[in-house]
């Protein structure tokens, strides 16, 4: 197994464009690490980014946040000024690992190692981040709902990383939030993750929201009908009530020791509803 | 010093990181061993090819059971323990005899320079396995024509029993009222921070095998390695370094044990085995699970008439470890209550799963939430206060000591010695508010809060039998040390044993050294299980010590020309009352009589400042406590959290509080993931799920409440310094107090709990079934 510590873009994408054999990409080593430890995975060459400055930036461009692929979970909490735009988003990444995890994990990694129960990607689609990918044939821009394409797969083709998140322009009124279910309060995996990011008129009437089921399904889900049970309300009970009713109807989850599919399917909607009142909180205050 | 909260003289060392656990030895030369591991539950194989493992470099040899046989005295491993109750004899091979039963048993061993390519060889170690049909289910297991988890056996009724008294037949058909419940208990790992680990070296120089193994019973292993290995006690040395926990499964001995210090011998060369924690998960033992199917009968009072019922237990694939853990489930059982009669009939199944051994408890939770879920059950029948319920059925202070109609494991009655269990309850009632309890209770529901509250009682017998060694000497140099067979993982054990100590001869605890579960010290040992070592260590050394101070008394008397009567011991030196320059130290009367060629000792003593004392308990003594447990449900989620902690107990006098409350503290956190979170699961195929700490959930620190701790002293007439053992009491009664409290949180919903542990997937299950 060969270790390469890239310093530069170009020098990233030449390194994975000229490999045979299994190529790993490496930011935190939270996941890639455990997975070479269990087994799971044996890379014939592991291609460290961190070391690359743009991806280890977090930009303020103009009220768009642009968030390198390799900022570590603790130096987005220490940003103060990217806490107070994405509440919702930070939810997510604090509940990732441990306070020692976090200071490796990166929110690219969580992203790429496209787990169904990764914390921060629920909040991450539904702050409709953009990743920006590069790779042999030059740079391409993806949504992040479209990097996960199941368990452990992604649609990143052959030679390509995610660079950055560029992150839209945050509206007045807006908030979003997470929540996730774990038996214990810390070092779990979600049984069931929820994020709601809504915009609210200068009525208090919801005119935009998205919301984000993990672990549920394959991978993280948009809802869209619970997105449409919060838009032109002024979230109230009967909205939230609907809102519960799309969450548990878009869950598709599975029987595991985790969960049943019954439970799953039923705190989907509890936490829908929970998450959206946070967000309400955040959009009103 | 007897009773007071010094610091324990372990921590600063292990603090600093200055332990010498098992993996801390390192000695010329040592090779390092891995075990080749039944992938399967059930299967025979004949073939062990090893020769691709053999041409790694750096592999010195694989062994199999057929490379051994001919250095044992016998391949099966002399652990059974005997019992009545057994009806088929299943101890482990030392490797497997051509059939393995239980994912994790050890089928072949590799020895190689480093223990990283010993894992990697032990990968290329080819076994042609030929499945077999896989006892998984402990209930069906028991039905005609199960499967069976040993293929020579014609059913897996390994034993059973029925602990039975007064006339429950009578009793059930005049009773006012008669309910039954079926309960569901599981219980899991022991999960010391340490997982297990041997290490042996064959000395070239004396030819004493030396071996250091993480276990709870040194003596014991030296015992069964003796009669394995055919060689005299003197010739096998078994020394406990530091150990990080034990908890139970490290009161077993395990084929590593044997095997591990045979490749010594056979090699030549010093070898060493430490368990990973996904070895842990399936090579150590466990506890599991066990129904209970039972029936009380009550007066129209709520009083307890008579209980009967069934209890099947999942015993795992083999006997390492008697059959004491179902026993100790049923005869605890009747906890602090007064029952006229009972009729427990006892199954235990084989399975091919993990052999199970008790861990911490040791089946007295499972007993006390049979009848705890029981007492909640007749109140919510009957209309009455759950505490009201208890109290009617308790044994009153004035009836100590209270012959029960039960029999012990030797066949001696169960008395229990003493303790106030009304008082205990009082006072857990109050400091745990159980007053207001419903007022707050109902002002949260008007949140739409659900807040519940728990209260359980139990009763242990601790301080178990026959005996513990304790060798107290004071030596010439002014020091004095303690040698004793029982073992420490943790517990406190050498400070508490020092203050027993210091106790008698008044020497500083820094003076008093205590040497543990080292077999070339002390000849006679049986270590740490049931609660024991405060009450039979403690004793022997107290019996020990007192004779020491008495003999140093009588020298000091003669090199002092005084009185003994006048004499004052204290601050390491003996001293004239009244007139403290007249004094000699501890070293002065060690020296004395420690012989000068061709002088005769002072006032005739007998050489040597030093006594040995094996202190025998007549029987268990008991200690009780109350456990009051309040919590929040989240009914949308399931999830519990514990809101506030009550212990009450009684485990007589306490050499030092601070180490009891250690106890339990770590007892009651160890009875919350019971309660809450922890499960060892395994598929219909014998295939465990649960191998890692993020599928096998342990409470964490948030999840544990501080406990607020009251204690009692009721002193045991059973030995002399009144003490009870305190090692298991919290772990006891914690799943029956928060079952308790999240009926009653969930009382809106009618929800009643009969399943352990109490995960949030069944709490909103429960609410679903009821609504």
């Known amino acids: 197994m060969r270790y390469e510590a890239p310093e530069t873009l170009d020098a990233a994408i030449g390194l994975l464009a000229g490999q045979s054999g299994q190529v790993k990409v490496l930011a935190g080593g939270t996941d890639v690490l455990v997975q070479i430890h269990a087994d799971m995975i044996e890379p014939d060459v592991i291609v460290d980014i961190k070391k690359i400055a743009e991806m280890r930036e977090i930009a303020d461009e103009d009220g768009a946040w642009r968030l390198g692929a390799a900022v570590t979970g603790k130096e987005l909490m220490d940003n103060a000024a990217f806490n107070a735009a994405w509440p919702g988003v930070m939810d997510g990444v604090r509940l990732i690992g441990s306070v020692q995890v976090r200071g490796r994990a990166t929110v690219g990694g969580n992203v790429c190692n496209a787990s169904p129960a990764a914390d921060s990607v629920p909040p991450m689609i539904t702050s409709r981040a953009i990743a920006t990918v590069i790779g042999p044939n030059g740079t391409r821009e993806v949504p992040v709902q479209d990097i996960a394409t199941g368990p452990g797969k992604t649609s990143l083709e052959a030679g390509e990383f995610v660079v950055s998140f560029k992150f839209p322009k945050r509206p007045a009124r807006s908030g979003d939030a997470y929540l996730r279910f774990t038996p214990r309060t810390e070092m779990d995996i979600a049984v069931v993750g929820c994020a709601v990011n809504l915009t609210l008129d200068d009525a208090g009437i919801c005119t935009d929201a998205i919301v984000s089921l993990g672990a549920v399904a394959a991978r993280a889900l948009i809802v869209e009908d619970a997105a449409k049970a919060l838009i032109g309300t002024p979230v109230d009970e009967a909205a939230m009530d609907a809102l519960a009713a799309a969450a548990s109807a878009a869950a598709t989850p599975i029987d595991d020791k985790r969960g049943t599919v019954e439970f799953r399917t039923e705190v989907a909607g509890v936490l829908a509803q929970r998450a959206a009142a946070i967000a309400l909180e955040r959009a009103k205050s | 010093m007897f009773g007071e909260k010094i610091k324990r003289v372990e921590d600063p060392a292990l603090l600093r990181g200055k332990g010498k656990y098992l993996d801390d030895i390192h000695l010329p030369g040592m090779l390092h061993a891995a075990f080749v591991r039944a992938p399967v539950a059930h299967a025979t194989f004949s073939d062990i090819d090893s020769s691709a493992a053999l041409a790694i470099d750096g592999v010195v040899a694989v062994y199999t059971l057929d490379d051994l046989r001919p250095h044992l005295t016998d391949t099966v491993m002399p652990v059974e323990q005997p019992s009545g109750a057994l ?35 032990a990968q290329l170690v080819f076994v042609d396995y030929s499945n077999l049909p896989v006892s998984a289910d402990y209930l069906s297991a028991l039905d005609d024509g199960a499967a069976t988890a040993h293929s020579d056996f014609a059913d897996n009724l390994v034993a059973g029993f029925t602990l039975a008294y007064g006339d429950t037949d009578d009793t059930f058909a005049g009773a006012a009222h008669v309910f039954r419940e079926t309960l569901h208990q599981h219980k899991g790992l022991g999960h010391a921070i340490e997982c297990r680990g041997v290490a042996a070296e064959l000395n070239p120089r004396d030819h004493v095998l030396n071996v250091w193994s993480a276990t709870q019973m040194a003596h014991r292993a030296q015992s069964i390695l003796v009669q394995m290995l055919d060689l005299p006690e003197d010739r096998i040395r078994v020394v406990t370094p530091n150990v990080g926990g034990g908890f139970g499964p490290k009161f077993v001995f395990y084929q590593e044990e044997v095997v591990v210090p045979l490749a010594a011998m056979l090699l030549g060369r010093p070898v060493k085995w430490v368990e990973d924690r996904r070895e842990h998960f399936t090579a150590a033992t466990m506890e599991r699970d066990q129904l209970w199917d039972m029936e009380v009968a009550v007066n129209a009072d709520g009083r307890l008439l008579g209980v009967r019922g069934t209890m099947a237990h999942d015993h795992g694939a083999y006997t390492p470890y008697g059959v004491n853990l179902p026993y100790n489930a049923a005869t605890n059982f009747l906890g602090p209550y007064e029952l006229p009669s009972m009729s427990l009939d006892v199954k235990l199944a084989l399975t091919n799963m993990t052999p199970v051994t008790p861990v911490r408890g040791a089946g007295r939770p499972q007993g006390t939430f049979a009848m705890e879920r029981l007492m909640d059950r007749i109140a919510r029948e009957l209309g009455l206060d759950r505490v009201e319920v208890r109290r009617r059925n308790l044994i009153p202070a004035e ?244 809101l506030n902690y009550v212990i009450v107990h009684d485990s007589g006098r306490l050499i030092n509080p601070t180490i009891v409350e250690g106890q339990i503290t770590g007892g009651a956190t160890h009875g919350l993931g019971s309660a809450l979170f922890e499960r060892m699961i395994y598929d219909d195929q014998g295939q465990p799920q649960t191998t890692n700490f993020g599928e096998y959930l342990l409470p964490s620190a948030p999840e544990v409440p501080h406990f607020d701790m009251i204690h009692m002293e009721s002193p045991t007439p059973l030995n002399p310094l009144g003490v009870k053992g305190a090692g298991e009491g919290g772990t006891i009664p914690v799943t029956s107090a928060i079952a308790s409290a999240v009926d009653d949180a969930l009382s809106p919903f009618g929800v009643v709990v009969r399943d352990l542990p109490i995960e949030p997937k069944r709490i909103v299950e429960m609410i679903n079934q009821s609504s």
């Open chain 2, 87 to 121: 009806k088929l004899s299943a101890s482990p091979s030392t490797l497997a005899d051509g059939e393995v039963r239980y994912v994790g048993e050890p089928v072949a061993c590799v020895i190689a320079e480093s223990p990283y390519i010993a894992e990697d060889a």
């Open chain 2, 399 to 642: 009836s100590m000591p209270y012959d029960t109609q039960i029999k012990t494991r030797d066949g001696a009655t169960m008395t229990y010695d003493s303790g106030d269990y009304p008082a205990a309850l009082d006072a857990a009632l109050e400091r745990g508010g159980y007053s207001d309890f419903a007022a707050r209770q109902a002002a949260a529901l008007a949140e739409g809060r659900y807040l519940g509250i728990g209260v359980a009682n139990y009763v242990e017998g601790t301080g178990r039998g026959p005996f513990e060694s304790a060798v107290v000497r004071i030596k010439p140099s002014g020091k004095i040390v303690i040698y004793t067979g029982a073992t420490d993982q943790g517990q406190g054990l050498k400070t508490a044993l020092a203050q027993v100590c210091a106790a008698q001869t008044g020497a500083a605890i820094e003076d008093i050294e205590v040497v543990t579960g080292d077999t070339g010290k002390v000849s006679l040992g049986l270590g740490a299980f049931a609660s024991r070592q405060a009450v039979t260590a403690g004793s022997s050394v107290h019996v020990a010590a007192l004779e020491v101070r008495n003999k140093a008394l009588k020298v000091a008397a003669h090199l002092l020309e005084a009185a003994e009567e006048d004499l004052d011991i204290a601050d390491g030196k003996i001293s004239v009352r009244g007139v403290p320059d007249m004094s000699v130290t501890l070293g002065d009367v060690a020296r004395a009589v420690q012989g000068m060629p061709g002088f005769s000792l002072p006032g005739g003593v007998d050489p040597g400042m030093e006594a040995t004392a094996n202190f025998s308990p007549p029987t268990l003594t008991y200690c009780n406590g109350v456990h009051v447990a309040e919590v929040e449900v989240d009914p949308g989620t399931g999830h519990v959290q514990v």
